[in-house]
């Protein structure tokens, strides 16, 4: 059979680990912790780091086709990998997403609309072009954040430059203009070997102290998003897609502005957290379409047969099962994780509802 390898051992390789298990194909994980989520459900490859030369060149070896979990592996591991064993999705989707400033530039080339941003070395060009976009922004590390980290809001006049160049680390950032977002909404699509694409609906996204807390679609979303609004989302996830010639499931953020017109907020080039809820309301969820792809089988049909809310468990709120637990129409999907920590995404449930 064949074997699929996946970097990087969190729950989003856990849950592609489950649903390839399911298709009969073998995974293996590469993750230097010892007790990562996917660990329990894959078998696991033992290595130092994500850059650990020899282990990267057993793990290709083990594997007929490698695919990630999160854009942030050093580009080149990946480099050594794609000279090894089938890739999927390419280094383009990594290297693209990896930098808030090159995705910023690569969506403006394809004519993609992004918060008006600027790009920022050094404490000093912070003040001018917190000026220039308005006096409400969000300074943002280049590389390596997420769930808001490495992420600080300006927004008083005088404010203080040296202070935020620290706050996120002192490394290269980008600027952006506070959107007054009436709905933050995302485009979950895959893409095959042969270039076909699927997407999914396009959920309402809150976020809660910067970490997603519900992505709802159907009744359980307080914010309509229109036919139009969701081809709109769909055209442009699949036009990054083309442009990347990404095989696999892709992600694009976005915010939904006060005259209706969407906005980039930023791409994932893989499942994303505001897709789980695919697994209980549609036939073939974000994981299984992204193990198709990669392992060059036709995607599945993506259509909801629910309406669905997805919330996040998050730190202590993983201890108060029970009301969940009780509920007949809410799944319960937990990461395995042993410390629970502020912040940390332990699991999460969905309730569905028959599709309205
Ligand atoms: P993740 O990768 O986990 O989604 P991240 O750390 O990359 O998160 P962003 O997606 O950039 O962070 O921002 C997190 C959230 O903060 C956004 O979903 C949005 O709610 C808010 N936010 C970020 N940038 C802006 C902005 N320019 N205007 C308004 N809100 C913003
Ligand atoms: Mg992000
Ligand atoms: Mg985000």
Redesign the pocket.
């Known amino acids: 059979g064949s074997t699929i390898g996946i970097l990087g051992g969190g729950q989003l390789g856990r849950m592609l680990a489950m649903s390839a298990a399911r298709y009969g194909l073998k995974i293996h994980i590469f993750d230097p912790a010892k007790d990562a989520p996917a660990a329990e459900v894959a078998a696991t490859h033992t290595c130092a780091s994500y850059t650990d030369g020899n282990a990267l060149a057993s793990f290709a070896k083990a594997c007929q086709v490698v695919t990630f979990e999160f854009e942030n592996v050093p580009k080149a591991s990946l480099e050594q990998l794609a000279g090894a064993v089938p890739l999927h999705p390419g280094l383009a989707s990594l290297e693209t997403s990896q930098d808030r400033l090159t995705e910023k530039q690569f969506l403006e080339r394809l004519g993609l609309n992004v ?1 008006p941003y600027a790009a920022i070395d050094g404490p000093d060009a912070i003040e001018r072009a917190h000026t220039a976009l308005g006096g409400d922004t ?1 300074l ?1 590390t280049r590389r390596l ?7 600080t809001r300006l927004q008083t006049a005088d404010i203080d430059a040296h202070q935020a160049w620290q706050a996120i680390g002192a490394a290269p950032a980008v600027l ?4 007054a ?1 009436v709905a ?1 909404v995302s485009a979950i699509i895959a893409r095959d070997i042969d270039g076909n694409a699927v997407a999914y609906d396009v959920p309402v ?1 809150i ?1 809660k102290d ?3 807390d519900t992505s709802s679609v159907g009744q359980f979303s307080a914010f309509n998003v229109t036919p139009d609004l969701t081809r709109q989302a769909q055209e442009a996830a699949v036009k990054v897609a083309v442009a990347l010639e990404h095989v696999g499931v892709l992600t694009v ?1 976005f ?1 939904v502005t006060e005259q209706g017109t969407l906005l980039i ?2 791409i ?1 080039p893989r499942v994303h ?1 505001s897709g789980h809820w695919t697994m209980d309301a549609c036939l073939h969820d974000q994981f299984d379409n992204h193990i198709r792809a990669v392992a060059g089988w036709p995607l599945g049909a993506p259509e909801r047969h629910s309406d669905a809310v997805m919330t996040n468990l998050v730190g202590p709120d993983v201890e108060e099962l029970a009301s969940h637990a009780a509920r007949p129409d809410t799944q319960i999907h937990l990461y395995g994780k042993a410390d629970v920590r502020k912040g940390r995404k332990m699991g999460h449930i969905t309730r569905i509802a028959p599709r309205t």
């Open positions: 918060a969000v943002k954040g997420y769930d808001g980290k490495g992420q952006e203009a506070r959107i977002f933050e996204n976020h910067g970490i997603l953020e915010f907020n930023e994932a957290n």
